[in-house]
């Protein structure tokens, strides 16, 4: 439904510039959130933990849109807050709770699974501490097998995380961890800013009124060295992010390079959308077709963005363009028509 580029049409010089500018986010229609909390060993860890999946499944249900009945909250110990949480989170139990949502998801849904706990290498096998056997990347990456969804992000908040990027990354998945390795042991401060990032508007550096994963990423990973260079200490944690599917995560992602692209077009929920009481855009289809068409646009982007280093230059700058002018066009629909909607 985008503008028609005209054949052999060339975008001003200078422009193309400013349209690789503009931000890409993408408000699904079905989005799934499953927030696994494991063992928190000391108080002070157990309620940060809570904290850290409370805070975040507000924000998703009350600000991004999300259905509270696409969400779901396994924790440590159910008693601490049962009204919020839905069962303990056991390996089996997590493992149980994979496997449904992935049935219920359908192919165009987004699905998030966010990990918060203390996590370890030992031998070599990267886990998330929980009660009773542990998870460990192989698990999440058999759980998660049969997942058809067109969008499948896992954010590891825990320490040692870094090493379930190579055992998860895949085609259509975006993995974020907070730190490079298993390695890195110590106590991360990664998740305090990557969900204070989703709960206010902190992270929306475009100010579109959206905070992309990209945008939340960067954020924490920002505010994480801020605070060590604030006391003064070593950075022990070092987050990465992979999107491309490549198996190697990016510090520093850029969606002009390895990693970014995919991630810059995902948000955990439509704002906009949220607060006209219709998050899905079910009840206008002339928007909801609209988003579609955008949330494919943005995809064939970050798609052709990764293809670059094999495409002649020429070829990669024309079908760019042509994409991005047929974006900007969708855009200025969607926001036609959000003007009319009362």
Aim: glycine share 8%; hydrophobic share 35%; charged share 25%.
């Amino acid at each position: 439904m985008g503008a028609t580029p005209i054949p052999g049409a060339r975008v001003r010089p200078g422009l193309l510039a400013a349209l690789l500018c503009l931000p890409l986010t993408t408000a699904a229609a079905q989005t799934h959130l499953v927030v696994i909390s494991g063992l928190g060993g000391e108080t002070r860890y157990r309620e940060r933990f809570h904290e850290w999946a409370v805070t975040l499944l507000d924000a998703a249900t009350k600000t991004h849109g999300i259905p509270e009945g696409n969400t779901i909250y396994l924790a440590e110990r159910p008693a601490l807050a049962p009204q919020r949480i839905h069962d303990r989170s056991t390996k089996a139990n997590v493992e149980r709770v994979l496997r449904e949502v992935g049935e219920q998801a359908g192919t165009a849904s987004q699905v998030f699974i966010v990990l918060i706990g203390h996590g370890s290498a030992r031998d070599g096998v990267p886990k998330l501490n929980l009660p009773g056997p542990d998870l460990t990347a192989h698990d999440l990456a058999a759980a998660l097998s049969g997942y058809r969804t067109s969008t499948l992000v896992v954010v590891n908040l825990a320490s040692a995380s870094g090493d379930f990027i190579p055992i998860l990354s895949g085609p259509n998945r975006t993995v974020i961890t907070a730190t490079k390795s298993g390695r890195e042991r110590n106590e991360t401060r990664f998740g305090t800013y990557f969900v204070q990032s989703i709960a206010t508007d902190a992270g929306d550096v475009d100010h579109d009124g959206h905070v992309s994963l990209l945008e939340a990423f960067t954020y924490a990973r920002t505010e994480v060295a801020r605070s060590y260079e604030q006391e003064g200490t070593l950075l022990t944690e070092h987050a990465l992010l992979d999107d491309n599917g490549d198996k190697v995560g990016s510090h520093e992602p850029d969606p002009s390079g390895a990693d970014g692209a995919i991630a810059r077009t995902l948000v955990f929920g439509g704002p906009s959308a949220a607060r006209r009481g219709d998050p899905s855009g079910a009840q206008d289809p002339v928007l909801a077709t609209l988003s579609r068409t955008k949330q494919s646009l943005e995809r064939a982007i970050a798609a052709l963005q990764q293809e670059k280093q094999r495409m002649a230059p020429d070829e990669y700058e024309q079908r760019l363009e042509d994409l991005l002018l047929q974006l900007a066009s969708t855009n200025r629909k969607i926001r036609e028509r959000e003007e009319q909607i009362p």
